[in-house]
């Protein structure tokens, strides 16, 4: 069973840079026809995609973030990272890593089929 | 840029049927997934390709398409259902993804 776990640094100052790794268990980062992704989730509201990252390293990002974001994978270690620049009170998000099938033969199509716990980043002076 | 709308919250009693509806301009070029998050949890696949359930998933959930809305049927609705419901699709490139703002589902 494919298991994903966020990680961090902690609370961030303002105009200061969110670092978060996923750790991904259970199978491989590197497995093929699959993007690793960020999504966040301010308290109390929606979930909004902030990026992707591919199998051959490319990435996709939401416009509205894609100044302040780098999304990158370290294949030796199975997991994958965010950063993400100049932060604001804005940013202060419960941050999800996610697995999102991208070939035309998912079975579930592209969806977001398995999601880490999601861990709370606090942007504050 | 592309946006997906849900209604911001949906009420129901035990037992009757509750629709969530999700509008967007390239849902009819775009598959759309349903997702339920109560609090504190990730969100959980309930529909897939519009229509289809996931195994686990009670077969008193339901999704269907009609041009640029699809809607999430929740029928004989339980105290259980009571969470926050989520549209998620792509913009017409595939690309970019992206969330409806949610919706809370009411159990009175």
């Known amino acids: 069973q494919l298991q994903l776990q966020e990680s961090g640094s902690g609370p961030v100052k303002p105009s200061q840079t969110l670092s978060l790794t996923c750790a991904v268990s259970g199978g491989s980062i590197s497995s093929g026809g699959y993007s690793w992704n960020w999504i966040r989730q301010p308290p109390g509201k929606g979930l909004e995609w902030i990026g992707s990252?591919?199998?051959?390293?490319?990435?996709d990002y939401n416009p509205s973030l894609k100044s302040r974001v780098t999304i990158s994978v370290d294949r030796s270690k199975n997991q994958f990272a965010l950063k993400l620049t100049s932060v604001t009170a804005a940013d202060t998000a419960v941050y999800f890593c996610?697995?999102?099938?991208?070939?035309?033969?998912?079975?579930?199509?592209?969806?977001?089929?398995?999601w880490g716990q999601g861990t709370l980043v606090t942007v504050s002076s | 840029s592309y946006e997906l709308t849900q209604p911001p919250s949906v009420s129901v009693s035990p037992g009757q049927t509750a629709g969530i509806t999700c509008s967007g301009d390239a849902l009819p070029k775009q598959y759309a997934y349903w997702y339920r998050q109560k609090p504190g949890q990730a969100p959980v696949l309930v529909i897939y390709?519009?229509?289809e359930r996931p195994s686990g998933i009670p077969e008193r959930f339901s999704g269907s398409s009609s041009g640029t809305t699809v809607t999430l049927t929740i029928s004989g609705v339980q105290a259980e259902d009571e969470a926050d419901y989520y549209c998620?699709?792509?913009?017409?490139?595939?690309?970019?993804?992206?969330f409806g703002g949610g919706t809370k589902l009411t159990v009175l």
């Open positions: 998620q699709s792509a913009d017409n490139n595939g690309a970019y993804v992206v």
């Open positions: 390709k519009d229509t």
């Open positions: 990252i591919y199998d051959d390293g490319t990435t």
């Open positions: 996610a697995r999102r099938c991208t070939t035309a033969s998912c079975f579930l199509g592209y969806c977001f089929d398995y």
